[in-house]
Nanobody
Framework: QVQLVESGGGLVQAGGSLRLSCAASGSILDNYNMAWYRQAPGKQRELVAA???????NYADSVKGRFTISRDNAKNMMYLQMDSLKPEDTAVYYC???????????WGQGTQVTVSS
């Protein structure tokens, strides 16, 4: 019943910044944990950053210190601020939401991030 739509992807030079946004069609209050995943060609999908309904965050080692995940439950929005981008960050980025204590999860369609060297 929850639909997620990512936006903000694009082409950026190495060292630049992008902010990805995820808009949810319904409420994403603290019953949902949310996360950003990414998948590059020829590589497995990986968790980039996660955030609980209460705002507790977790990051992949490869993005720590460069990316910041946040959410605004009142606006049903989640964000990924990406700074100091590297070519290896190039991937399709997906917004996800999971109902806590269940196996129910929702995925957006993804947004392409391309970082040029």
């Amino acid at each position: 019943q929850v639909q997620l739509v990512e936006s903000g992807g694009g082409l950026v030079q190495a060292g630049g910044s992008l902010r990805l946004s995820c808009a949810a069609s319904g409420s994403i209050l603290d019953n949902y944990n949310m996360a950003w995943y990414r998948q590059a060609p020829g590589k497995q999908r990986e968790l980039v950053a996660a955030i609980t309904g209460g705002g507790i965050t977790n990051y992949a080692d490869s993005v720590k210190g460069r990316f910041t995940i946040s959410r605004d439950n009142a606006k049903n929005m989640m964000y990924l601020q990406m700074d100091s981008l590297k070519p290896e960050d190039t991937a399709v980025y997906y917004c996800t939401a999971a109902v806590v204590h269940t196996t129910t999860d929702y995925w957006g369609q993804g947004t392409q991030v391309t970082v040029s060297s």
